[in-house]
């Protein structure tokens, strides 16, 4: 399976921004489906995730109340609804389907198997 992040940009502090992850060559179902981000410099970071019915969601302390993560309609979607974004949100996105299937959450990049390329968002002043 391939993933492919998209809808990164330059925005403005207190600006939205959905970015989406579209799979090809397979599903992402029955797979908890991970959010991470990496700013220059640093390690990469759990940003949000849902697990594979979509009725369980979770997100880091620093995002909790701005971002939302989403499973599209069609099996091969998830959505980073982020609200509010501050300049510190500002860093390389990267989606990821768990390793396993029908399990809960998974906060450790360890536990996916599948990445996508990472879309780029930078917050300005």
């Known amino acids: 399976v391939q993933l492919q992040a998209s809808g990164g940009g330059l925005v403005q502090a207190g600006d939205s921004l959905r970015l989406s992850c579209v799979a090809s060559g397979g599903t992402l179902r029955y797979y908890g489906m991970g959010w991470f981000r990496q700013a220059p410099g640093k390690e990469r970071e759990f940003v949000a995730v849902i697990n594979w019915s979509g009725g369980s969601t979770d997100y880091a302390d620093s995002v909790k109340g701005r971002f939302t993560i989403s499973r599209g309609n069609a099996a091969n979607t998830v959505y980073l609804q982020m609200n509010s974004l501050k300049i510190e949100d500002t860093a390389v996105y990267y989606c990821?389907?768990?390793?396993?299937?029908?399990?809960?959450?998974?906060?450790?990049?360890?536990?996916?198997?599948?990445w996508g390329q990472g879309t780029l968002v930078t917050v300005s002043s």
């Open positions: 990821a389907r768990s390793r396993s299937t029908y399990g809960g959450t998974y906060y450790r990049p360890s536990e996916y198997n599948y």
